[in-house]
């Protein structure tokens, strides 16, 4: 069992930085893949991000390449999401996942969800 909280949302002007954070208990936090998805109003959740427990990294929406950076720190049980040269279209509610296994696109594939965390970006 694993349990997820995430911090670190705000409202932050455009071209502004935040990092997102995601606190996990459970002893086997390491051997998790821990991803990130946002969901904005009317939008399907997507996924953003996810790092696989040694460290391989993949990034699925386009439009945060280049901007925003997973990273994981396995002795703290905690993964991040820094996102910089943030836009008024990354403005939604960010949620933190874990599964076993490799990462996927798909929310139905990952088996523990923090509440999610607001982010708003003004322009």
């Known amino acids: 069992q694993v349990q997820l909280v995430e911090s670190g949302g705000g409202l932050v002007q455009a071209g502004g930085s935040l990092r997102l954070s995601c606190a996990a208990s459970?002893?086997?936090?390491?051997?998790?893949?821990m991803a990130w998805f946002r969901q904005a109003p009317g939008k399907e959740r997507e996924s953003v991000a996810a790092?696989?427990?040694?460290?391989?990294?993949?990034y699925d929406a386009d439009a945060v390449k280049g901007r925003f950076t997973i990273s994981r720190d396995n002795a703290k049980n905690t993964v991040y999401l820094q996102m910089n040269s943030l836009k008024p279209e990354d403005t939604a509610l960010y949620y933190c996942?874990?599964?076993?296994?490799?990462?996927?696109?798909?929310?139905?594939?990952?088996?523990?969800w923090g509440q999610g965390t607001q982010v708003t970006v003004s322009s």
């Open positions: 996942a874990a599964k076993i296994g490799s990462p996927t696109m798909n929310s139905y594939d990952y088996s523990y």
């Open positions: 459970g002893r086997t936090f390491s051997s998790y893949t």
């Open positions: 790092i696989t427990w040694l460290g391989s990294v993949r």
